[in-house]
């Protein structure tokens, strides 16, 4: 994630916001949230930022957090409200799949995307992991870890638990 893709992922986010108010009074009532959480820009602003895929939210789905987050009770959110609505979604996802974290941490690790961590990438792994002295070694690029199919594999070991 650099800075670039941040500030591009805000500005997505905030012209969704422009976008869905569709009545222009600087709130969103629960349709306009739905409208917002299930829009392209929110989900590439989504997966930019935390590396997770989108899920399609229902106004049934959000009206507990909207009501949460509607701190001044108007039945609206205001920016920041939204904010919370955001963040209280988000973290809800996060508790029911710990996974999901994961992918998302690896995800920030993998420059290109396609669920391998290999030579620096898995430098970086092992350096956060606080493995410093890894810096001085050379990663062999036959050496890769293919992260999401590790995810997927203890997902559905979980899942038959259950």
């Known amino acids: ?12 986010a905030s012209s969704a916001w422009e ?16 409208d917002i959480f299930n829009s392209e820009e929110i989900c590439e602003a989504v997966e930019m930022v935390t590396n997770m895929h989108c899920k399609h939210y229902t106004a049934a789905d959000l009206e507990p957090y909207f009501k949460r987050a509607d701190g001044d009770r108007s039945g609206t959110l205001s920016r920041s409200e939204f904010l919370a609505l955001y963040l209280a979604v988000a973290t809800e996802r996060v508790k029911k799949n710990p996974l999901l974290l994961a992918e998302a941490l690896l995800g920030f690790i993998d420059k290109d995307k396609n669920g391998v961590l290999e030579g ?5 792994l092992l350096t956060i992991l606080g493995f410093a002295p890894v810096l001085l070694m050379p990663i062999p690029g036959f050496v890769k870890i293919e992260y999401k199919a590790i995810l997927r594999s203890l997902g559905a070991s979980l899942e038959g638990r259950k």
């Open 1 to 12: 994630m650099t800075l670039v893709n941040l500030i591009s992922a805000l500005a997505k």
């Open 19 to 34: 976008k869905y108010d569709k009545d222009r009074n600087g709130t969103l009532s629960l349709k306009e949230c739905e």
């Open 120 to 124: 620096s990438e898995v430098k970086a």
